[in-house]
């Protein structure tokens, strides 16, 4: 069939009267991908394991607060519970930016440490996901925040934490393989160097004048930039995408890069 019919291409990116969760939402880039949301139409329950982070966010964009300590399935089982409760018994879409460093070289790791660094990117997402599931409406959408680092090796203290997530984009692409059949997609954001508050705070301007040099965009990312590739994916214009990893990454993909920050990470 041939399409002859054009669409309404800018209504592609409303969201109104949609339920969205986001874990991770009191700042960096899940505050940004709260407000994208929120500015396209959708209703927000915004996740934070700080109670005053995630009740400044909902009040920011109408939203619901919810605080939970996201690595908990008992707290967990909460969240989707208060998103059912308050989404009218289903959801159109997950937002999880959750994924902190435990930077050190790999013989400095035990068991606990690379436990840790594992759950603080995959568990998380793992339990949303499963969690989710049930609730989920035909056409929902799941986007991961990963990471450029998931995607380039990276050795020293950044090891474990690209490990981690690659395994959490290669979970997002056989998600999306299992959710196919009922319309959901799943996909990943990848944000390369990006200007979150903890990077921001970590690093002098020396170190953001180096790395800009490295990047071909010649800059680093901000979290609204991250945040537009959010509201893209889990958008309708997004609607035929799923399993995919989406650099936003100014170039950096593209060739050899020195990481410079004291946290030997991208994010």
Known sequence: MIETEIPQFAQGLRLDGKGFVVLGAGQGIGEQACHALAQSGAKVL????????????AAAVAGIACVADVMSRSDMTA?????????GGRIDGI??????????????????????????VVRHAFLAIQLAEPLLAPGASVVLVGSMGGVLA?????????????A???????????????GIRVNVVAPGLT??????????????????????????GS?????????FLSSPM????????????????????????????ER
């Not at 969240?79 to 989404?87: G, K, L, P, Q, S």
């Not at 979290?223 to 509201?231: F, G, M, R, V």
């Open 46 to 57: 915004c996740v934070d394991v700080d109670e005053s982070r995630a009740r400044s966010m």
């Open 238 to 265: 997004a609607a035929y995408i799923t399993g995919v990893l989406l650099p936003v990454d100014g170039g950096m993909g593209l060739g050899k890069v020195r990481v410079l920050a004291r946290s030997g990470l």
């Open 223 to 231: 979290t609204s930039d991250i945040a537009n590739a959010i509201l």
């Open 168 to 182: 959490l984009h290669q979970m997002a692409r056989s998600a999306a393989q299992e959710f196919a059949d009922r």
């Open 79 to 87: 969240v989707f519970e208060t998103a059912r409760r308050e989404f």
């Open 154 to 166: 990276r050795g020293g203290p950044a090891l474990a934490y690209s490990a981690a997530k690659a």
């Open 95 to 120: 937002v999880d930016v959750v994924g902190m460093p435990v930077a050190r070289p790999l013989s400095s790791h035990d068991d606990d440490s690379w436990n840790r660094q594992f759950d603080l």
């Open 195 to 220: 200007r979150t508050p903890r990077l921001v705070q970590a690093n002098d301007a020396a170190f953001w004048e180096r790395q800009c040099e490295e990047i071909p965009l010649g800059r680093a």
